[in-house]
């Protein structure tokens, strides 16, 4: 008994040549900035990855970001006072992945929330999942690098 397969082998192989020459450092890096590019609409739309929109500064927030010595405002803009964090959004990438987060310590309160200080979950980074934009860019970026590596 025996098995025989049918099938174009000449476009497997073409495509088994391709995902092992890959070039996956470039590709993850081009990930990385699509990541990226999501976040900082995020920012500017005040909504999370899933389009639900963050919870609104209390006034209480915004007086006293007017009350500061060193860098007052009056700003309503939400996880954008000073704009520390929003520039603080990197990636870092190997040969096997792509990390995109932040190296500031207030990160990881606003991006989960803090039920004793009473602050909301505000995410800005896609930990629950991937948006539909960038499910749909990353596939973009992934079919371009297999299909016309450079």
Request: aromatic share 4%.
């Amino acid at each position: 008994m025996g098995v025989k397969l049918k099938g174009d082998w000449g476009k497997q192989k073409k495509y088994t040549s391709r995902l092992i020459n890959l070039k996956k450092k470039a590709m993850l890096s081009e990930i990385g900035e699509a990541i990226i590019a999501e976040t900082m609409i995020r920012f500017q739309t005040e909504k999370d990855p899933q389009g639900k929109k963050w919870q609104k500064l209390k006034q209480a927030t915004i007086k006293a970001r007017g009350r500061r010595k060193d860098t007052p405002s009056r700003s309503s803009k939400i996880l954008a006072d000073l704009g520390f964090l929003k520039g603080s959004i990197t990636k870092k990438v190997s040969n096997k992945k792509v990390e995109v987060g932040t190296n500031q310590p207030q990160a990881n309160v606003q991006q989960h929330g803090n039920k004793k200080l009473n602050i909301p979950s505000r995410k800005y980074l896609p930990t629950d999942g991937l948006s539909k934009r960038e499910v749909d860019s990353i596939t973009e970026i992934i079919t371009r690098h297999v299909d016309h590596p450079k």
